[in-house]
């Protein structure tokens, strides 16, 4: 004889505010004009927006760590004679004697860490590019780095940006802000707070650094994320 299938609970809105704490289910059920229903009906389009976020966000980093890796890359060839594998370069900016960014230095050695299950496995680079986080790419991208990576490197992996100098600080202060505001997304997300309301700017942000990376890159995002589609299905 089969087991029979344990029965499912029934909840109310009133389990979820206990779940979720109060404070945090407060805000919606001042937006849902004090109904309990209402308010769980908006915490649960809430986490269909973070996620839709979620999956915008990761289509625009696995495109910019790419074309960053390939200008790492391309930069590390050229520029100091190596392989290719930039990452294991001790002259890279942020390794050097002074001048090294113990932060920087420090997540690449836990992204080849982790890539190499501690060094169980041969390095395949990228596994370790893809252990790096947004916060790492974006830094690269600081003014500290302006002169040793924007100029000689990185600022060609952005050729469709709208300005005359692509070279200057300006167009490099241009993608490190909008960056940043998408890490703080990011961040958002990750946290499991509401992002709803910051979702359109952020999507905008998603298409604005991917069409200056590639128009095709933005044209993707935009019929595959579901931002905007999600955002329209608001419950009240």
Same mark, same amino acid.
């Given at each position: 004889?089969?087991?029979? =299938?344990?029965? &499912?609970?029934? *909840? !109310?809105?009133?389990?979820? /505010? /206990?779940? &979720?704490?109060?404070?945090?289910?407060?805000?919606?059920? !001042? #937006?849902?004009?004090?109904?309990?229903?209402?308010?769980?009906?908006?915490?649960? *389009?809430?986490?269909?927006?973070?996620?839709?976020?979620?999956?915008?966000?990761?289509?625009?980093? =696995?495109?910019?760590?790419?074309?960053? #890796?390939?200008?790492?890359?391309?930069?590390? /060839?050229?520029?100091?004679?190596?392989?290719?594998?930039? *990452?294991?370069?001790?002259?890279?900016?942020?390794?050097?004697?002074?001048?090294?960014?113990?932060?920087?230095?420090?997540?690449?050695?836990?992204?080849?860490?982790q890539a190499t299950d501690g060094g169980l496995h041969p390095v395949v680079p990228g596994k370790v590019v893809a252990e790096l986080h947004f916060g790492f790419w974006r830094y690269l991208l600081a003014s500290k780095y302006y002169t040793a990576l924007w100029v000689p490197a990185l600022n060609a992996a952005f050729p469709h940006l709208p300005v005359r100098d692509r070279k200057s600080a300006s167009a490099n202060r241009m993608v490190f802000d909008v960056l940043g505001n998408l890490n703080r997304a990011r961040n958002r997300v990750a946290h499991h707070e509401p992002v709803a309301a910051s979702a359109c700017a952020c999507h905008n942000d998603i298409l604005k650094v991917a069409g200056w990376i590639d128009p095709k890159a933005r044209a993707w995002i935009n019929d595959a994320g579901r931002i905007t589609a999600v955002l329209a299905t608001r419950p009240c």
């Open positions: 004889m089969s087991k029979a =299938i344990p029965s &499912v609970p029934a *909840w !109310t809105a009133a389990d979820l /505010r /206990r779940l &979720v704490s109060a404070d945090r289910f407060e805000p919606y059920l !001042t #937006d849902a004009a004090g109904s309990p229903e209402a308010a769980a009906s908006l915490y649960a *389009w809430s986490g269909r927006v973070a996620g839709a976020v979620y999956e915008e966000l990761g289509m625009a980093e =696995i495109v910019l760590r790419n074309v960053l #890796d390939c200008q790492l890359c391309l930069f590390h /060839r050229r520029r100091l004679r190596g392989n290719g594998q930039w *990452w294991a370069e001790p002259q890279m900016p942020w390794a050097l004697g002074r001048r090294r960014d113990q932060r920087l230095a420090d997540q690449v050695s836990v992204a080849r860490r």
